[in-house]
């Protein structure tokens, strides 16, 4: 059975860092693309960064996170730094498709596995 577990959510101040890792048992992910998303209340669940041959990421966070795998450990990580209020949110972790056979998904209907989610909250 497939698992995803999110952690490293938590509280933290406009301009504090945090990393989130998401652990996967059950499959090995190596070759596929990984992706993390995010879902403000009353607002639609957004990409916000993807890994596979190449990395990508959304507008909003791009210079700001980092999105990172150890292959090893079958764990991705998301580098959260210069938080903002608006970055708050429920993230997610979701696994793709296999890197090689397609470009990067950002689409959330192009992940088959998710996680419960890792509340992300950041205060002014």
């Known amino acids: 059975q497939v698992q995803l577990v999110e952690s490293g959510g938590g509280l933290v101040q406009a301009g504090d860092s945090l990393r989130l890792s998401c652990a996967a048992s059950?499959?090995?992910?190596?070759?596929?693309?990984m992706g993390w998303f995010r879902q403000a209340p009353g607002k639609e669940r957004e990409f916000v960064a993807v890994?596979?041959?190449?990395?990508s990421y959304a507008d909003s966070v791009k210079g700001r996170f980092t999105i990172s795998r150890d292959n090893a450990k079958n764990t991705v990580y998301l580098e959260m730094n210069s938080l903002k209020p608006e970055d708050t949110a429920v993230y997610y972790c979701a696994a793709g498709p296999p890197y090689r056979d397609y470009d990067p998904p950002m689409s959330k209907n192009r992940y088959a596995y998710w996680g419960q989610g890792t509340q992300v909250t950041v205060s002014s």
């Open positions: 890994i596979g041959g190449i990395t």
């Open positions: 059950g499959r090995t992910f190596s070759s596929y693309y």
